[in-house]
Structures are given as C-alpha cells and as structure tokens.
C-alpha cells in the first residue's frame, strides 16, 4: 500500500470520530489512461466538504462530489465515468478512458471497522476487505504473505467487492546528506513513506535535518530496521559515507527481508 491511501484512512478515522458523515471511495477498475489504479481511495466528509485522496488526478472529482452532495442514493453502489460518449469531454478523462468507483456511506458506527483496518496496517500485515453491495455488509479477514499473494488485489464479482491491503511501502534513509534531502522528496512524490536516521547530531544540524518534515530517528540505525524495517515491503538506504554507520544498517538489512 501507498502513503496516500493510508493518509486516506486516518481522515476518515479522525471524521468519524467527530460523529462527521463521510463517503469512501475506491477505484475498481480502470481503463486507458487512468492516473490512478485500481485499489486507489478517496474519501469525501459531507459534513465538513472536505476531501482527501485522489481518483483521476482531478478530472472526475468535483463531478463525483457534486453527485454525493444529493443524498438520495443507496449506498454502496458501482459508478461508472466514461462511459459515455460525452463523458471524455465532459470531464476531460485522457485518451477516452473509464474508471468504476466502489462509493460507501459511512458513519461513527463504522468507526472500530476503519480502526482496525488502520491498526492490521500499522501492524505490517495484509488484510482482505469485502463488502457486499445487496446488504451494505462489510467485512475484513487478515490474511498471511502467502494467500494475499495468491489473489486480486481488488475484483468484483457477484456483487461482491474484494479489496486486499498490505504494508505500506516504506524506506528508511541512513545517513543525513545533500544526496538524502533530495533522495527524500523523489520517494514521497512517489508515495512512499519515508524516514531518516542519523546518530551524528553535528551532521543533522549542519544540514538541518530536523526541518525536513519527515521522521527522524537520532540513532544508529541496526536496532531500528530490526524493530521497523525488516520486511520485504521496506527498503533500507545507507547514505551516511560513513563506515561507522552504513555498515550497521547494510549488515541489519542483509540478515532481514528488507
């Protein structure tokens, strides 16, 4: 999983906990030229006409909200942009492309199901997420390495929706640096979660460390990729130019999964 989905689902935690009416969006399927894929959320509070996450960069989402501003629809339900010969022009979809939206309605009594997805996450392991678009009724399943890997990560099939979710992708940089600070804004544009560590305060304060709005860990860095950054969804960067520190995180990461 990506930095914006989990983004995604701690607003929707933090709006429902303030008893605030919000609609979580998924994309299902995609065809053509779709800037996001399929497994993508977005969430919109109704309460508050706040928004979160993204579904086509921008292209359908004021339409998609203008829709759940009405209210009089059953929820959940499939829809569809695109599909419509003047649904490219209408909201500039590229290269005639579609894209099917799983839309829930959800409310505080929702508010221990977002919860526990959130904490299987934070917990580094996968999860399988259905629900039902008869009943309403959504469901999650943890599952291990293996299983989650052996089926689609997101599918509809007799009105059922399956949604499996996994760690976040995450890198660990090792060693502050002009290499780091710039390695650091390529990895979050793209999504990853990113964290710094760096035992050499007279190194973090050179360059400023702290101000770059990303987590800091001001230690040596075996003990932390053992504890945080040992799977295989985790990647580890030693960067420090210093034997004294990359040789402990190159020998931590060698004897983990990362």
């Given amino acids: 999983m990506y930095e914006q989905n989990k983004h995604v689902l701690n607003s929707i935690k933090e709006w429902l906990a303030r008893d605030e009416k919000v609609f ?10 779709s800037p ?25 989402e004021d339409a998609l909200v203008e ?32 894209m099917s939206l799983l839309i829930e309605a959800l ?19 996968w999860l399988k997420r259905e629900v039902c678009l008869d009943t309403g009724q959504a469901d999650i399943r943890v599952m291990n390495h293996k299983e989650a890997h052996d089926i689609d990560k997101v599918s509809l099939d007799n009105a059922r929706f399956t949604h499996v979710l996994g760690p976040i992708y995450q890198v660990l940089i090792v060693g502050v640096g002009e290499v780091a600070r710039n390695l650091l804004n ?23 460390a ?9 230690c040596l860095p075996d003990d932390l990729i053992k504890e945080r950054f040992s799977d295989s969804y985790s990647a580890v960067l030693a960067l420090a130019h210093d034997p004294r520190v990359d040789d402990l995180a190159v020998m931590a990461g060698l004897h983990s999964r990362c």
């Fill in 210 to 218: 702290k101000s770059w709005d990303t987590p800091l860990h001001l």
């Fill in 107 to 125: 409310d505080n009594t929702h508010l221990s199901y977002i919860s526990k997805i959130i904490s299987t996450l934070d917990s580094r392991k």
């Fill in 36 to 60: 996001r894929p399929p497994g993508s959320l977005f969430a919109y509070n109704s309460s508050l006409g706040m928004q979160v996450g993204s579904l086509s960069g921008g292209c359908i």
């Fill in 24 to 33: 979580l969006v998924t994309v299902v399927t995609t065809w053509g030229a």
């Fill in 67 to 98: 829709h759940l501003s009405l209210g009089n629809t059953q929820y959940p339900f499939i829809k569809v942009f695109g599909d419509h010969p003047d649904d490219a022009q209408r909201y500039m979809l590229p290269c005639g492309g579609t």
């Fill in 186 to 208: 390529i990895l979050k544009a793209i999504d990853f979660h990113v964290e710094l560590c760096d035992a050499r305060s007279n190194v973090v304060d050179r360059h400023d």
